[in-house]
C-alpha cells in the first residue's frame, strides 16, 4: 500500500509567505542594483556627471575608488531595502485582496481549482490596483531611507555614515526633515508600482502555457526585468525631481528645483539618468522576481 503526501497548498499563510519572498527579493535586487543607482543619482545632482554617459560615470567612480566606490551609500539601502520589499509584497497582498472585494470578485474566471492563488484570478488591472496599493506604506519608509542614501552618495568627503547624515538633517530641519520628498516618492511609486506588477503579470502570463504549467525561472528573470524598466520609464521624471531636492538640504524648495532642472536642459532634463536607471532596472528587477519566486516555492514547502 503506497501512500503520497498532499500537494502543498500555496494559499496558506500567503500574507506571511509574500512578506519573506519580498525581503529575500529585496537582496537579491541591491546587489544587483546599486552600482547603477548610484550612477543614476550622480548624474541627476551633480554637475561635473549630468551630461556624461552611463560607462564613463562607472569608470570614473571605479578609477577613483575601485570596487567599492560603486556602492557607496550601500550600508542604508541594504538595511532598508528586504524590509521594505518585504512590506511591499506584503501589502500587495492585502491590495489583490482589497481590490477583488471592491471591484465585486475576481476578474479572470478559471476553471476550479483547489489550490488556486489569489493573483491567477485577478485581471490584469486589478493586479495593477493592487500593485498602486502597495507603495503607499512602502513610500513611507523609502522617502527618509532614499534621503539618506542619496546624502551619502553625492557626499564630497567620503567616509560619511548614515547616523551621521540623519543627524545632519535633523539639525537642519528638525526631525520633520527626514521625510522631506516623501511625497514625491508616493507620486513616483504609486504609478510606476501600477505597471511595475501589471506588466510582470501580463509577460508572466503570456509566456506560460496554463495556470497549471510549472513556471520557468527565464520567463520569471525576463518578465521581471521588462517590468522593472517600464516602471522606471514612467518614474523617473519625479524622481528627479526627488534626487534634486533631497541632495539640496533645507536650502532648496520643490519649485525651484523643478525650475533650475527645466533650465539646465528642458523637459528631457527630467529624463536625467534614464540610460543608467534602464539598464539598473533590468538586472534588479530579475533579481528582485527571482528572488520572491524562488524563496516562495522554498515556504510553500515549509509553512
Known amino acids: 500500500m503506497s501512500s503520497s503526501n498532499p500537494a502543498p497548498d500555496p494559499r496558506r499563510n500567503a500574507a506571511l509567505k509574500s512578506f519573506l519572498s519580498g525581503g529575500c527579493g529585496g537582496f537579491a535586487m541591491v546587489g544587483a542594483s546599486h552600482p547603477f543607482d548610484l550612477t543614476k543619482v550622480l548624474m541627476q545632482t551633480t554637475e561635473g556627471h549630468a551630461n556624461k554617459s552611463t560607462l564613463h560615470v562607472m569608470r570614473t567612480i571605479f578609477a577613483q575608488n575601485g570596487v567599492r566606490g560603486l556602492y557607496k551609500g550601500c550600508l542604508p539601502v541594504l538595511g532598508a531595502a ?56 512602502t513610500s513611507l519608509i523609502l522617502g527618509p531611507a532614499e534621503q539618506v542614501k542619496i546624502r551619502l552618495q553625492v557626499a564630497k568627503t567620503p567616509g560619511g555614515t548614515a547616523f551621521g547624515v540623519m543627524k545632519d538633517i535633523v539639525r537642519e530641519g528638525g526631525a520633520r526633515a527626514l521625510f522631506r520628498g516623501t511625497g514625491l516618492t508616493l507620486m513616483r511609486d504609486v504609478p510606476g508600482s501600477f505597471f511595475y506588477f ?14 497549471d504549467a510549472k513556471l520557468n525561472p527565464a520567463t520569471v528573470l525576463l518578465a521581471g526585468g521588462l517590468a522593472g524598466m517600464v516602471n522606471w520609464t514612467v518614474a523617473i521624471p519625479i524622481d528627479t525631481v526627488k534626487s534634486r531636492l533631497q ?57
Open 82 to 137: 528586504p524590509p521594505v520589499l518585504a512590506t511591499c509584497m506584503w501589502s500587495y497582498h492585502v491590495g489583490q485582496v482589497l481590490v477583488r472585494d471592491a471591484t465585486g470578485g475576481p476578474g479572470r474566471p478559471l476553471p476550479a481549482r483547489p489550490n488556486a492563488e489569489l493573483i491567477d484570478t485577478l485581471s490584469l488591472l486589478q493586479i495593477g490596483l493592487a500593485g498602486a496599493f502597495s507603495a503607499i506604506p
Open 198 to 211: 501589471a506588466t510582470y503579470e501580463s509577460v508572466k502570463r503570456a509566456l506560460t502555457e496554463g495556470i
Open 247 to 303: 541632495s539640496s538640504g533645507s536650502s532648496g524648495s520643490l519649485g525651484a528645483c523643478f525650475r533650475q532642472i527645466l533650465a539646465e536642459g528642458g523637459p528631457q532634463a527630467l529624463f536625467r539618468g534614464l540610460q543608467p536607471t534602464l539598464i539598473r532596472a533590468f538586472p534588479a528587477s530579475a533579481a528582485f522576481f527571482g528572488g520572491v519566486e524562488g524563496s516562495r516555492l522554498l515556504f510553500n514547502k515549509f509553512l
